[in-house]
C-alpha cells in the first residue's frame, strides 16, 4: 500500500479516538469554562469497565455503553460533590479533579494491575476492508473512523439545530440571563457534565480495543485532549475535530519520519498555533 | 529591575494584602519572628532528629528543593495571578544542563551549576513568551504541556538526555574548605540558598516591579492604560521565578546524585502543585511546609497503607475544599471562625441574612483580573 495513505489513514483513525475524548472536555468546557482534568481518568476507567463488561458479555456495545453509564454515573457524583460548589473558580475546580485524577491512578492500578489490557472485539470486526484504491485496511480502523464521524456530526446537530442545543449554547453565552429565562442552568451543567464523561468513558472502550490499556494512559489522554482543544479552540466542536484530525496526523507521520521526537512534533503543532492564534484554530477570543 | 520605569503613583493592591492595612506593625513583626523561628528550627533539624543520615536527605533536603520549587510557583501565582505547571520542568532542565555540561562534557561544577541555572532561566523566558499570550486556566494547560514536551523529549533524546537512564554520576565534592560530600555541609548549603531565595522573592515584591506585577494581577487593562508593558512584565516575572525554581533544581540534582526523565515527569509536577496548595498558594513560606509533610507522607506512609497515592490525593483535595489557604492559612481561617462565633453570640443577628461572599485573602488561588 502507498505508505502516505497508509500514514494518513492511520492519523485520521487515531485523531477519531482523540476527537472522541476531547469533544467532551470541550462541550465540559465550553459551558462550565471549567477544565476537568480527571478528564483522563474517565477515558482509562471507561476502558477498563467496557473491558470487564465486554469479557463477561462477550458483547463489545454492550461494554461501551455499560462504560459510558457507569463512568457518566461517577461524573455526576464528582460533579455535585466536589466542582458544583467552586463554579465560579474555575482553577480550583482544576486543582479539584486534579486531584480526583491523582486518586484515579493510584486505584485502577491497584484494581486492574500494570499489565497490559485490550477489549475484545467482534470476530466480524477482525478482518480488512478493500479500499477503493484496491488496498487493504484493517476495518476496525475503518470503523472508529465512521464512529467518530457520525457521533461529532450527531453532537454538532443536537447542539445547533434543537431546542436542547440552544439551551446549551445560551448557558454557554449567558448562564444568570439563561437561568432568568426559566431554565434550570444547574441541570444543564450537570447533563453536561456527565455526557462528557460519559463521552470519554466511550472513548476509552474504543481506544481500548485498538491499542492495548495500560496505566499512565490517563495522563497521556489528558493531556492529548489538552492539546486537541488548545489546538481546536476551547468549546466548538469542529475546532476539537480538525483540531483531533490534525494531532493524529502530525503524531503519525511524526513516528513514520522522526520517529523519535514524534510527541514533541505534536506539543510543537500545539505551540505554533498558539503563537499565531492564542484562542485556537476555531475559538472565540477570549 | 530597579531600571524600569516607574509610571504614575505606586500601585497598592488591596485584595492579596489587606492585613498589611489592618494591623500594619504587629502584623510584619509576627511574619519575621515565624520566619526567624522556622529558620531556626531548619538549622537546629539535624540535631533533633535520632537517625541523622535518614532525616537529612529524605526529609530536610527533600523538604528544600520541593518547597523551592513550589516557591516558585507561589511567587507567580501571588504576585502575577499565573499558575504555573512547568516550575518543575525549569528545574528539571537546569538540573539537565549540569548533567549534561559535567558528565557529558567533562566541564567542572563550578561552571556547570552557573550555566545549569541559565539554562533553566532562559527556558523559562523562552516558555513565558508563549505562555502569557495566554490567560489563567490556558496558562496552566499550556505550561501543563509544555512540562510533558520536555518530558517526552527527556525520554527520547538519547545523546542529549540519555534517555530513560538519564544522566550520572552527577556526586557532590570535596572543595577543602568546604566538604560537599558530608550530608551536614550539603543541607546547610542548600538551606542557606533557599533562605536567600525566599528573601529575594520577600523583596522583589516590595519593589515597584513588585507592585507593578500586582496591579497587573488586579487589573491588566488599567495597568495597560497607565502606559505598562504588560506582557513584558509577566515574562520578567515568569523568567525570575524560573531562575528560583532552577536554584531548587541544583539542590535536586546534587541530592539525587543524577538526573532522568522522572524528575519532568507529571507526577513530580503534581508533587510541587501539592506541595504549595497543601501548604498554602497564598504563603510564600507556607510553601515548605507543604512540602515537610508531602516528605513525611512520602516516607512513612508506606508504613500503614499501600495506596500511598489515594491518600496524598484525599489529603490535596480535603485541603482544597476546606482549607483553600492551606496549612499556612488555618490559622487564620480558625480566628475568624471563632471571632465569627463570638460575634454571633453577643447580638443574634438573623441566619438567613449572612453574608455568604468568599473573603478574597482566603481564597487558595490568585486568578488575577485578566478578563
Same mark, same amino acid.
Given at each position: 500500500m502507498d505508505q502516505f495513505l497508509l500514514v494518513a489513514l492511520n492519523g485520521l483513525t487515531l485523531g477519531s479516538i482523540y476527537f472522541l475524548v476531547a469533544s467532551g472536555l470541550t462541550l465540559i468546557f465550553g459551558l462550565m469554562r471549567v477544565i476537568t482534568m480527571a478528564h483522563g481518568t474517565s477515558y482509562l476507567l471507561g476502558g477498563y469497565i467496557g473491558y470487564s463488561i465486554a469479557r463477561a458479555s462477550g458483547n463489545w456495545l454492550l461494554g461501551a455503553l455499560g462504560a459510558a453509564v457507569a463512568v457518566g454515573l461517577l461524573g455526576l457524583f464528582i460533579h455535585q460533590v466536589l466542582i458544583r460548589r467552586f463554579q465560579d473558580d474555575d482553577l480550583r475546580v482544576a486543582l479539584i479533579t486534579l /486531584?480526583?485524577?491523582?486518586? /484515579?491512578? +493510584?486505584?485502577?492500578? %491497584? %484494581?486492574? =494491575?500494570?499489565?497490559?489490557t485490550q477489549v475484545p472485539i467482534p470476530a466480524e470486526w477482525q478482518t480488512a476492508l478493500t479500499l477503493p484504491s484496491g488496498d487493504r485496511y484493517p476495518a476496525i480502523r475503518l470503523i472508529i473512523l465512521v464512529l467518530a464521524v457520525v457521533i461529532g456530526v450527531v453532537m454538532w446537530l443536537v447542539i445547533n439545530r434543537t431546542r436542547a442545543g440552544s439551551i446549551v449554547r445560551a448557558g454557554v453565552d449567558d448562564s444568570a440571563m439563561t437561568s432568568a429565562t426559566g431554565v434550570n442552568v444547574r441541570v444543564v451543567f450537570a447533563v453536561v457534565f456527565v455526557v462528557g464523561s460519559a463521552l470519554a468513558a466511550f472513548a476509552g472502550v474504543v481506544g481500548g480495543s485498538l491499542?492495548?490499556?495500560l496505566p499512565g494512559q490517563d495522563g497521556t489522554y489528558l493531556l492529548f485532549s489538552l492539546v486537541v482543544v488548545i489546538v481546536g479552540g476551547m468549546g466548538s466542536i469542529p475546532g476539537a475535530a480538525i483540531g483531533a484530525a490534525l494531532v493524529g496526523l502530525v503524531s503519525q507521520f511524526g513516528l513514520v519520519f522522526a520517529p523519535t521526537y514524534a510527541t514533541v512534533l505534536t506539543f510543537a503543532l500545539m505551540v505554533f498555533v498558539l503563537a499565531f492564534r492564542p484562542q485556537g484554530i476555531l475559538g472565540r477570543a477570549v | 529591575m530597579s531600571t524600569l520605569p516607574n509610571k504614575g503613583e505606586p500601585i497598592t493592591t488591596t485584595p492579596s494584602s489587606p492585613a498589611s492595612k489592618r494591623r500594619p506593625i504587629l502584623w510584619v513583626r509576627n511574619r519575621w519572628v515565624?520566619? /526567624?523561628?522556622?529558620?531556626?528550627? !531548619?538549622?537546629?533539624?539535624?540535631?533533633?532528629? +535520632?537517625?541523622? *543520615?535518614?532525616?537529612?536527605?529524605?526529609? =530536610? @533536603? *527533600?523538604? $528544600?528543593?520541593?518547597?523551592?520549587?513550589?516557591?516558585?510557583?507561589?511567587?507567580?501565582n501571588k504576585y502575577v495571578g499565573l499558575l504555573s505547571l512547568a516550575q518543575v520542568t525549569f528545574a528539571g532542565i537546569a538540573a539537565y544542563g549540569v548533567g549534561y555540561f559535567s558528565?557529558?562534557?567533562?566541564?567542572?561544577? $563550578?561552571?556547570?551549576?552557573? @550555566?545549569? #541555572?541559565?539554562?533553566?532561566?532562559?527556558?523559562?523566558f523562552l516558555v513565558a513568551l508563549i505562555a502569557v499570550r495566554t490567560k489563567a486556566i490556558y496558562f496552566l494547560m499550556i505550561t501543563l504541556a509544555i512540562g510533558q514536551v520536555f518530558f517526552s523529549y527527556a525520554s527520547q533524546a538519547i545523546e542529549v538526555t540519555g534517555a530513560r537512564r538519564g544522566l550520572s554520576p552527577i556526586l557532590r565534592e570535596d572543595y577543602g574548605f568546604v566538604d560537599f560530600r558530608t550530608l551536614e555541609v550539603f543541607y546547610y548549603a542548600a538551606l542557606l540558598a533557599v533562605v536567600l531565595l525566599?528573601?529575594?522573592?520577600?523583596?522583589?515584591?516590595?519593589?515597584? &516591579?513588585?507592585?507593578a506585577l500586582q496591579g497587573i494581577r488586579d487589573s491588566p487593562d488599567r495597568m495597560a492604560a497607565l502606559g505598562y508593558r504588560v506582557n513584558r512584565y509577566r515574562v520578567a516575572a515568569v523568567t525570575f521565578a524560573a531562575f528560583v525554581a532552577s536554584v531548587g533544581g541544583m539542590i535536586l540534582v546534587f541530592d539525587r546524585s543524577q538526573v532522568d526523565p522522572d524528575v519532568v515527569s507529571l507526577g513530580s509536577t503534581l508533587d510541587v502543585l501539592i506541595a504549595a496548595v497543601v501548604g498554602g498558594v497564598g504563603?510564600?513560606?507556607?510553601?515548605?511546609? /507543604?512540602?515537610?509533610?508531602?516528605?513525611?507522607?512520602?516516607?512513612?506512609?508506606? +508504613? &500503614?497503607?499501600?495506596?500511598y497515592q489515594t491518600l496524598t490525593g484525599v489529603i490535596?483535595?480535603?485541603?482544597?475544599?476546606?482549607?483553600? %489557604?492551606?496549612?499556612?492559612?488555618?490559622?487564620?481561617?480558625?480566628?475568624?471562625? #471563632?471571632?465569627?462565633? *463570638? +460575634?454571633?453570640? !453577643?447580638p443574634p443577628p438573623p441566619e438567613h441574612q449572612e453574608p455568604q461572599a468568599p473573603v478574597p485573602a482566603e481564597s487558595a488561588i490568585q486568578k488575577g483580573n485578566q478578563q
Open positions: /486531584g480526583v485524577s491523582l486518586i /484515579g491512578t +493510584d486505584l485502577m492500578f %491497584a %484494581a486492574f =494491575g500494570g499489565t497490559a491499542f492495548p490499556l | 515565624l520566619v /526567624g523561628l522556622v529558620v531556626a528550627f !531548619a538549622v537546629l533539624f539535624p540535631w533533633l532528629v +535520632d537517625r541523622p *543520615r535518614f532525616w537529612i536527605p529524605n526529609i =530536610g @533536603i *527533600r523538604t $528544600l528543593w520541593l518547597g523551592t520549587i513550589a516557591m516558585s510557583l507561589v511567587f507567580l558528565v557529558t562534557l567533562g566541564l567542572p561544577y $563550578l561552571l556547570s551549576i552557573p @550555566i545549569g #541555572i541559565l539554562i533553566g532561566t532562559l527556558a523559562g525566599y528573601l529575594l522573592c520577600h523583596y522583589l515584591a516590595n519593589t515597584s &516591579f513588585g507592585f504563603s510564600l513560606g507556607g510553601v515548605f511546609l /507543604g512540602a515537610v509533610v508531602l516528605a513525611l507522607l512520602d516516607n512513612f506512609a508506606q +508504613d &500503614f497503607t499501600e495506596r490535596f483535595i480535603v485541603v482544597l475544599l476546606f482549607a483553600p %489557604a492551606g496549612l499556612a492559612g488555618v490559622g487564620g481561617q480558625v480566628t475568624r471562625a #471563632i471571632r465569627k462565633r *463570638r +460575634d454571633r453570640a !453577643a
